[in-house]
C-alpha cells in the first residue's frame, strides 16, 4: 500500500476510534460510578442519529440539528435516569440487564413509529464539504478530520471535567462509596443524575456527527453497543482512558482489518477481545 | 499431611510476607510460624493489618513479596482453592455461610469439596456417604448437632460463628486460619467458642486473629502483635503480658486485662 | 386424597401428549414451537438460575445446531438422524466450551458484555461470509432421517411424529437437568451461585464447575436448536442474534429463575404474552418492552414474584424430602435475586 492510501486508512481508523471512544465513555462512566449496566446505551446512538436525520431535512443544516439535538437529548438523559435509572442503582445486574433490554425493544419500536426503518443519509454541512487533496488521484474529506478533532476536544474535555473540577471530584468520590459521599452533604442523586444526561448525551452526539459517514439505519444502536461493550470490556469499566486506547485500538483493528481479510473484518475485533481476556481478563488498564 | 507431625517441625511458615498498596505498606516482613496442636494469636489495634495476613496465608491475596511455605514446601502461588486441598481451611470475620442452606447442607457442601472428581453428573449428591459422615461429624464438634435441619441464614448469630468453623472443619483441614470467630459474639457464647478453640487444638494447627483478648489468653500458645504492618513482638503469653512495648502500643490503651 | 397430589405434576404432561390428538395442526406446529423454546430455557436455566451465570448469548449455541444439521444434510439427499443429531449436539457444545474458556476468566458485567460480544460474533461469522447462506438463510430440503437398521420408527417430515419426537427431547432434558443438579456437581454449582468465594475458599476449583455447566447448557441449547431446524427447515442469521438470547432470558425470568418446571411455563407465558401483543397491534414490541420495564420497577422480586410463590408451595415437599432446605419457617418469600457473581 503506497503512502497516501496508507494515511488514508489511518486517518480513518483514528476518526472511527475517537468516535467510539465517545459512546463507549458514556457507557464506562455510566458504569462505573453507578454500578449500571446499560444495554440501552446504543439506542441513544441511534435516536441521536436519527434526530439528526430528521431535524437536519427540517431545518436544512445539520448543524443546526446538533444545537437543537444535544440539549434534547440531556434533557432524555435527565428524565431517563429521574423516572427509571435511579430505582436500578441497588439491583442486581439481572434486573439491569432485564429492564434495559425492556428499553431498548421500547426505542426500537417507538422509531419504528415514529420515523419507519428506511436507511437515511444525511448531508455533510456546507462549510464541511471540503477534501483535502493527498495526491493528484487522492483526497481526504474534510468532514472527518473535523469529526476527529471535535472527538478530541471532547476528550480532553472529559479529561479536565474529571480530574480537574469539583464536579469531577464527587464523580469520583462517589464511585467509592456512595452513602458515605451522601452523607458528607454532597448530593449524589444530582451527580448521578448529570453523569448519566452526559452519558446519553455524549452517545447521542457521536450519532449526530457520525451520521453524514456511517448513514443513518435501524441496526445501528446494537451495532455499537457490543463494539462498546467490547472496548470497555479491553479498557477496563470505569476508566475512561482505558476506554480511548481501546478504542483506538478497535478502530485500527476494524479499519486495516477490512482492507486485509474484508470477509472476516467483523470477526477480528471479538479476536482482539479474546486474546485480551487470555492476557488480562480485568482489562488493560485497570481502575483507578 | 495424613502421618503424625514431628513435635516440634514448623506446618505452617510465613516468611518476611509484605504486601503493598500503592505507596501504603498494609504488611512489612512478618515472619509467622505455627507448630501443629498449637494456637497461634494473631492480635493487634484495628488497621493493624491481620486481614491482610490471614488474606495471604489463605491464597485470597497475593503478597508483594515474601514466601508462605507448608512443611518446608512454598506455596506461595497456590490459590485459595489449591490451598484447601491440602489442608489450610480459613474461616471468616463476616459469616460466609450458605443462607438457604441448611447447617447441614453447608457442611455436606464443604465436604464434598474433598473427592472432587468433578464429572459426577449422574450421582446422586444424597448417596455420598463420606460426605454426610464428615459434614455431621463436623456439626457434633462445633456444637450444632441438634441444628441440622435449621435454614443457616436463620440460626442465630452464634450459632452462624459455629457454622463457619463447622464447614472448614467438614473440609478436614489440618491447619485452620480463624479470622475472628469470636467476632460480635456475647459472654456466654464466647466462652462456648472458647472451648471450642482448646479442644481444636489438640489436633489442628490454628491461627486465630482476634480482638477479644480474654479469649486469646486463655487459649493461645503464642502471641504474635502486629502493629502498623509490622511484628512488634511475638512470643509466649506470659512474656507478651509483660512486654513493655506492647503494653504502650495496645494493651493499654484498648484491653482491660484480668491478671 | 393427599397421596394424589404429587400426580398432579404429571397433568401437563399427559395433556402435551394427548393434544395432536385432538388439536389442528396449527395448534400442534405452534406447541413444537413452544416446546422448543421451553428446551432452550431450560439450558440458559441452568446457567443463571442455578450456577448464577448471566450469559447473553445463548443463541450462538441455539444457531450453531440448527445450521449444523442444514450443513450436515447433502443437497439433494437426507442426512441420518443418527448422525445429523450427535454432530449437532456437539458442534453446540464445542462452540460452548471455547467460548467458554475464554469467557468465564471474567466475572458479573463482563461476563454480560463478553458472552454478548462472543455470540455477535458467531452471528457475524454467518451473516458476513458464505457460510451457509449469508443473511438470507438457508433451506433444509430434506428433514433428517431416522431409519436404523433398515427399519425407520418415525418420520419427521409428517407434522406429528416432529411434534413427539421435540417432546421426547424436552422430557429427556428436564430428567437428565434433573438429574444433573441432584449430583454433587449440580450441588457444587448451587453453591457456586450462593456464594463462589465461599466455595473457593473451601477447595472447590470453581472455573470447571462453571465451564462444565456453561458447555453442558450449550449442548442442550443445540438440542433446542436441532428441533428447530427440524420443525422449521429454515435457519438464518437471526437464531443467532442477541434478540433471540434476550428473549430467551426473558423466559427464564418469567418462569422463575431456579426451577425447570418454571423454565418450561416460562416459554410458555412469553410466547403468550408474544401473541396476545401482536394482536393488540402491530407494534407489539412497544408493549413489550414497557411491561418489562414496569415490571422490574414494580415488582421488586421481578417477574419471578408469582410464579416463585406457586412453585414454592408445590416443591417445597420435594425439597425438604431431600433435605436442601428447611421446613418453611421464619424465612418468608425472598426472592431468588439475581447473580452475585461479581467482586
Known amino acids: ?35 449500571i449496566i446499560n444495554l440501552a446505551h446504543g439506542s441513544f446512538y441511534m435516536i441521536g442519529a436519527y434526530v439528526a436525520f430528521v431535524l437536519a431535512s427540517a431545518t436544512g443544516s445539520l448543524l443546526m440539528a446538533i444545537a437543537i439535538g444535544v440539549p434534547l437529548a440531556l434533557a432524555l438523559g435527565w428524565l431517563l435516569e429521574w423516572l427509571v435509572f435511579s430505582h436500578l442503582y441497588r439491583r442486581d445486574h439481572l434486573e439491569q440487564v432485564l429492564l434495559t433490554y425492556g428499553l431498548i425493544l421500547f426505542f426500537e419500536e417507538a422509531r419504528s413509529l415514529l420515523v419507519g426503518n428506511d436507511v437515511h443519509s444525511v448531508a455533510i454541512p456546507e462549510l464541511l464539504r471540503a477534501s483535502i487533496a493527498l495526491t493528484d488521484t487522492l483526497s481526504y474529506p474534510v468532514y ?92 477496563g469499566i470505569g476508566s475512561v482512558s482505558g476506554a480511548l486506547v481501546a478504542a483506538l485500538i478497535i478502530g485500527f483493528t476494524d479499519t486495516f482489518g477490512k482492507v486485509i481479510f474484508p470477509d472476516y473484518a467483523g470477526i477480528l475485533v471479538y479476536v482482539v477481545m479474546a486474546a485480551v481476556l487470555l492476557w488480562r481478563p480485568e482489562g488493560i488498564l485497570r481502575r483507578g | 499431611m495424613r502421618g503424625a507431625p514431628t513435635p516440634m517441625a514448623e506446618l505452617l511458615v510465613a516468611e518476611k510476607l509484605t504486601r503493598r498498596f500503592g505507596g501504603l505498606a498494609a504488611n512489612q516482613d512478618v515472619n509467622l510460624s505455627l507448630q501443629p496442636s498449637q494456637l497461634h494469636a494473631l492480635v493487634g489495634p484495628n488497621g493493624a493489618g491481620k486481614s491482610t495476613c490471614i488474606n495471604m496465608l489463605s491464597g485470597d491475596l497475593a503478597p508483594t513479596s515474601g514466601r508462605v511455605l507448608l512443611e518446608g514446601r512454598d506455596i506461595t502461588r497456590l490459590t485459595s482453592f489449591q490451598r484447601s486441598m491440602i489442608g489450610i ?24 469439596s474433598r473427592r472432587q472428581r468433578a464429572w459426577r453428573l449422574f450421582t446422586d449428591a444424597a448417596l455420598l456417604v463420606d460426605a454426610r459422615d464428615k459434614a455431621s461429624a463436623a456439626l457434633k464438634r462445633a456444637g450444632l448437632a441438634r441444628r441440622e435441619e435449621i435454614a443457616a ?99 493499654g490503651q484498648d484491653e482491660v486485662l484480668h491478671g | 386424597m393427599k397421596r394424589f397430589l404429587p400426580l398432579l405434576k404429571y397433568c401437563p404432561l399427559v395433556l402435551l401428549i394427548a393434544l395432536p390428538f385432538f388439536a389442528p395442526p396449527y395448534y400442534t406446529e405452534l406447541l413444537a414451537k413452544i416446546l422448543t423454546f421451553a428446551i432452550f430455557a431450560m439450558s440458559l436455566d441452568l446457567l443463571i438460575g442455578f450456577t448464577g451465570l448471566v ?13 449444523a444439521l442444514v450443513l450436515l444434510t447433502p443437497k439433494y439427499a437426507a ?86 419426537f421435540v417432546l421426547a427431547m424436552l422430557v429427556a432434558t428436564h430428567l437428565l ?45 443445540g438440542v433446542a436448536g436441532f428441533c428447530y431446524a427440524v420443525l422449521f427447515a429454515f435457519v438464518n442469521p437471526e437464531l443467532l442474534s442477541w434478540h433471540k438470547s434476550g428473549d430467551a432470558i426473558l423466559m427464564v425470568i418469567l418462569g422463575g429463575m431456579g426451577s425447570l418446571g418454571g423454565a418450561i411455563a416460562g416459554a410458555f407465558a412469553f410466547v403468550a404474552m408474544q401473541e396476545s401483543f401482536s394482536q393488540l397491534t402491530k407494534h407489539w414490541l412497544l408493549v413489550m418492552g414497557t411491561v418489562i420495564v414496569l415490571t422490574v420497577l ?20 420435594a425439597r425438604r424430602a431431600a433435605g436442601i432446605t428447611p421446613p418453611p419457617s421464619r424465612e418468608g418469600g425472598g426472592s431468588e435475586g439475581g447473580a452475585h457473581t461479581d467482586g
Open chain 3, 79 to 164: 442426512v441420518s438422524l443418527w448422525i445429523a443429531f450427535p454432530g449437532a449436539v456437539l458442534a453446540a457444545a464445542v462452540a460452548a466450551l471455547v467460548i467458554g474458556i475464554f469467557a468465564l476468566r471474567t466475572k458479573g458485567v463482563y461476563f454480560i458484555m463478553v458472552t454478548l460480544a462472543f455470540a455477535q460474533m458467531v452471528f457475524s461469522l454467518f451473516q458476513d461470509t458464505k457460510l451457509g447462506g449469508g443473511s438470507d438463510g438457508v433451506f433444509l430440503n430434506t428433514r433428517p432421517d431416522a431409519t436404523l437398521f433398515g427399519y425407520t420408527p418415525f418420520d419427521l417430515a409428517n407434522g406429528q411424529h416432529a411434534y413427539y
Open chain 1, 1 to 35: 500500500m503506497d503512502f497516501p492510501s496508507l494515511l488514508i486508512q489511518l486517518l480513518n481508523a483514528v476518526q472511527y476510534g475517537l468516535l467510539l471512544f465517545l459512546v463507549a465513555s458514556g457507557l464506562t462512566l455510566i458504569f462505573g460510578i453507578m454500578g
Open chain 1, 144 to 235: 472527518r478530520l473535523f469529526i476527529s478533532l471535535v472527538c478530541l476536544a471532547l476528550a480532553l474535555a472529559l479529561y479536565l471535567l474529571i480530574r480537574h473540577t469539583r464536579l469531577g471530584m464527587m464523580i469520583r468520590a462517589g464511585s467509592h462509596d456512595r452513602d458515605m459521599v451522601a452523607a458528607l452533604g454532597i448530593n449524589i442523586n444530582l451527580v448521578y443524575r448529570i453523569v448519566f444526561a452526559l452519558g446519553v448525551a455524549l452517545a447521542a452526539f457521536a450519532g449526530m456527527i457520525a451520521a453524514p459517514v456511517s448513514t443513518v439505519y435501524p441496526g445501528m444502536g446494537g451495532h455499537v453497543l457490543i463494539i462498546s461493550f467490547v472496548i470497555v470490556v479491553i479498557g
Open chain 3, 298 to 317: 414494580f415488582l421488586p422480586g421481578g417477574l419471578a414474584a408469582v410464579p416463585d410463590r406457586i412453585r414454592r408451595t408445590l416443591s417445597g415437599s
Open chain 2, 153 to 251: 441464614g436463620t440460626l442465630s448469630h452464634g450459632e452462624q460463628r459455629q457454622l463457619e468453623i463447622a464447614m472448614v472443619l467438614a473440609t478436614d483441614a489440618t491447619v485452620l486460619l480463624l479470622d475472628e470467630p469470636l467476632a460480635g459474639m456475647g459472654a456466654e457464647e464466647s466462652a462456648q467458642m472458647v472451648d471450642l478453640l482448646k479442644a481444636l487444638r489438640t489436633d489442628h494447627s490454628i491461627l486465630l486473629v482476634e480482638h477479644d483478648m480474654d479469649a486469646v489468653f486463655a487459649v493461645a500458645d503464642v502471641i504474635t502483635v502486629l502493629v502498623n504492618g509490622q511484628v512488634l513482638a511475638s512470643g509466649k503469653p506470659e512474656t507478651i503480658r509483660g512486654n513493655r512495648d506492647v503494653q504502650q502500643a495496645y494493651l
Open chain 3, 55 to 67: 450469559s447473553f448469548g445463548h443463541a450462538a449455541f441455539f444457531g450453531i445446531a440448527a445450521y
Open chain 2, 89 to 112: 481451611g480459613r474461616s471468616f470475620q463476616r459469616t460466609n455461610i450458605f443462607p438457604k442452606f441448611t447447617a447441614f447442607e453447608n457442611c455436606r457442601l464443604a465436604a464434598q
Open chain 3, 177 to 221: 437437568l434433573a438429574r444433573v443438579l441432584r449430583s454433587p456437581f449440580g450441588r457444587a454449582l448451587v453453591g457456586i451461585r450462593s456464594n463462589e468465594h465461599r466455595m473457593r475458599s473451601l477447595g472447590f476449583a470453581t472455573y470447571r464447575y462453571k465451564l462444565g455447566a456453561f458447555t453442558l447448557a450449550g449442548a442442550l441449547a
